[in-house]
Nanobody, 119 residues
Framework: QVQLVESGGGLVQAGGSLRLSCAAS????????MGWYRQAPGKQREVVAT???????NYADSVKGRFTISRDNAKNTVYLQMNSLKPEDTALYYC?????????????WGQGTQVTVSS
């Protein structure tokens, strides 16, 4: 099992910045990738950014150039630095960890942290 605890959400004005943190514990040695997802009211959950155990990153087009995902392996923590925030970034942000092996994928989720961007 993998436990994920997010922090760092809050209320910020448009153009501002926030940094989200996700601390992982448990069977972290087997994690292949981690990422951030978000879900706005009335919308489906969508991927924001991912990072593999090797450090490769991917971003949603809507956040490219504004958000940066990173990881501190010594602290078992993944970060999402969010700059130039827009009202449309308002959502509940979830941390995700993936353990995969041939034919099997296990997803783990944090409880979510709210990000609200005012115009």
């Amino acid at each position: 099992q993998v436990q994920l605890v997010e922090s760092g959400g809050g209320l910020v004005q448009a153009g501002g910045s926030l940094r989200l943190s996700c601390a992982a514990s448990g069977s972290i040695f087997s994690i292949n990738a981690m990422g951030w997802y978000r879900q706005a009211p009335g919308k489906q959950r969508e991927v924001v950014a991912t990072i593999t155990s090797g450090g490769s990153t991917n971003y949603a087009d809507s956040v490219k150039g504004r958000f940066t995902i990173s990881r501190d392996n010594a602290k078992n923590t993944v970060y999402l630095q969010m700059n130039s925030l827009k009202p449309e970034d308002t959502a509940l942000y979830y941390c995700n960890a993936v353990r995969s092996r041939p034919g099997v994928r296990d997803d783990y989720w944090g409880q979510g942290t709210q990000v609200t961007v005012s115009s």
